[in-house]
């Protein structure tokens, strides 16, 4: 059974900054995997924050990130990052990592279409 495991959520003031870790264990990497980092606000839907190709390494992010999160992935550990700058409360809500295999390098930022889950690390921004 395929396993993802969130770590280094917290709380912390706007402007500050926080660094997210998603080991995975018990997956064999084909060609090409999506992983990605999701997050779900109270009341609200989840959605995508950033995704990264283990293929070549491309990455795509949410307009609402961009230039503040950065998506990305060490081999040897088998672990997922997402280092987070300038959060805002906006930022605040449970955060998953997600597994989609076999992608195609399709960079899709659409939780239904990932496979593997993590539990989820909470984020919580204010002051």
């Known amino acids: 059974q395929v396993q993802l495991a969130e770590s280094g959520g917290g709380s912390v003031q706007p402007g500050g900054s926080l660094t997210l870790s998603c080991a995975v264990s018990r997956y064999t990497y084909g060609y090409g995997s999506c992983m990605g980092w999701f997050r779900q606000a109270p009341g609200r839907e989840r959605e995508g924050v950033a995704v990264?190709?283990?293929?070549?390494?491309?990455?795509r992010y949410a307009d609402s990130v961009k230039g503040r999160f950065t998506i990305s992935r060490d081999n040897a550990k088998n672990t997922l990052y997402l280092q987070m700058n300038s959060l805002s409360p906006e930022d605040t809500a449970m955060y998953y990592c997600?597994?989609?295999?076999?992608?195609?390098?399709?960079?899709?930022?659409?939780?239904?279409?990932?496979?593997?889950w993590g539990q989820g690390t909470q984020v919580t921004v204010s002051s």
């Open positions: 997600a597994l989609r295999p076999g992608c195609g390098s399709s960079l899709v930022l659409t939780p239904d279409l990932y496979i593997y």
């Open positions: 990264l190709y283990t293929a070549g390494g491309a990455t």
